[in-house]
Nanobody, 122 residues
Framework: QVQLVESGGGLVQAGGSLRLSCAASARTFSSYVMGWFRQAPGKEREFVAAIRWRGRDTHYADSVKGRFTISRDNAKNTVYLQMNNLKPEDTAVYYC???????????????WGQGTQVTVSS
């Protein structure tokens, strides 16, 4: 069982930056693929970024490529999402997710955090 707790959300102006953190309770954190997803009001949950077990391989949604960076610190059981040049369309609840397999869809992740709100004003 893995418990995930996100933090770092908030209100920021367009063009600004935020860094989200996700702390995991897993004893073998490095065994898990970590992903970030987001869900805006009235929309389905969508993939944002994922990082493999040792952090060497990452994948991003086209909408955030070049602006967001996913990273992980296996010694701290934490995954991060650095978000730069934020846009109003990035406004959503951001969720951290974990699974032992690498995937890009929400259905492929077994463990989820409670989410953290990110609001970008224009």
């Amino acid at each position: 069982q893995v418990q995930l707790v996100e933090s770092g959300g908030g209100l920021v102006q367009a063009g600004g930056s935020l860094r989200l953190s996700c702390a995991a309770s897993a004893r073998t954190f490095s065994s898990y693929v970590m992903g970030w997803f987001r869900q805006a009001p009235g929309k389905e949950r969508e993939f944002v970024a994922a990082i493999r077990w040792r952090g060497r391989d990452t994948h991003y949604a086209d909408s955030v490529k070049g602006r967001f960076t996913i990273s992980r610190d296996n010694a701290k059981n934490t995954v991060y999402l650095q978000m730069n040049n934020l846009k109003p369309e990035d406004t959503a609840v951001y969720y951290c997710a974990a699974d032992v397999r690498y995937g890009l869809g929400p259905a492929e992740y077994d463990y989820w955090g409670q989410g953290t709100q990110v609001t970008v004003s224009s």
